[in-house]
């Protein structure tokens, strides 16, 4: 990596020891320019700021605000002062990543044309990595991926690097500490932006004791908008299930000549493009204005799963009349649910 690559690296920094300095020196010998952010810590941590101050941008903030707030403040000045740079890679300060880790990243970063990319840990078969770490990584990334179709192995990595053209973006992402990198990962979607990911190490020092992640406040944060995508999820599969369930007998009364068959497939599009519709103006309401979209991929799964579920079940009930349509969805859908899902 060359200084030239004009790659600005973001340190947010709350209480860091003589670790960050150590850090940033190895930095600033492929880096040109280092942000960092001084998210109110104690004066008796002004020796760590003091001793990088001749390698790097110190920027304070008087009390502390949290990382979210940090990584913002530090976005800001880079838009701001930097703007003939074209990637930012941010960085934590307490020595859990390594300066060829940073250096791989930004390497894909530029492999693949400046987009978006998040340095993950292999969090399914490292054995450094904590149980409450791992468990909680785990149960995110699959969270992600099932209610909205974000496939990422590290949720919780501070290690990104993102194109200079989309800090405006990322400063209009809500959240002041640890749920803002979540929401950041939304917000890259909703822009149709993408990513890759990079293998990095795994670096747990003293069993992660030095991070300043309150286990049950900042879980709340993170997993508060996990609620709504949920919600969403839930009414749509019950609207879904109720509208078939009214659509399949009014077809069968218009349009007789299409049989059982051609009734509960009918029914099941019709009430699927109708439930369809809420969840996406419902999933809008949640993201804000700027959602794009569900997205080609997650559309064309959509499409095959409802056909999927049109085909299925209106076999079945033309096969067993005696058994009641409703009930075969239900137990169809959720299969078919599961089953797709595990190859999206």
Sequence with gaps: MEKEARIVVLVPAYNPDEKMIDFINQLDKDFEHIVVVNDGCDSSFDKIFDAVKEKATI????????????????????????SDAYGVVTVDADGQHTPEDTKSC??????TGCKPVFGCRDFLSDTKIPPRSRFGNRLTSHLLHHFCDIKLSDTQTGLRVLPVSSLQDMLEVKGERYEYEMNM????????????????????IDDNESSHFDP??????????????????????????????????????VLPAAGIFGAVALGTVAARCCSG??????????????????????????????????????????ALPVINATVIKVIVDILLSIFVGRFR
């Design 59 to 82: 920027i304070k903030h008087e009390v502390n605000k949290g990382k979210g707030r940090a990584l913002k403040t530090g976005f800001g000045y880079i838009k701001d002062n930097l």
């Design 106 to 111: 930004c390497a894909k970063f530029i492999e």
């Design 185 to 204: 990962i939304f917000a890259l979607k909703n822009l149709g932006l993408g990513w890759s990911e990079c293998p990095i190490s795994v670096i747990y």
């Design 216 to 253: 049950i406040k900042d879980s709340m944060r993170i997993y508060k908008v996990f609620l709504g995508y949920f919600a969403v999820a839930l009414v749509a599969f019950i609207l879904d299930i109720v509208l078939f369930t009214l659509f399949v007998p009014y077809i069968g009364n």
């Design 277 to 318: 519709v809420i969840k996406l103006i419902s999933s809008r309401m949640i993201n804000g204005k700027k959602v794009s979209g569900y997205g080609m991929r997650h559309s064309i799964c959509w499409v095959v799963l409802m056909l999927l579920s049109a085909g299925i079940v209106g076999g079945i009930k033309a």
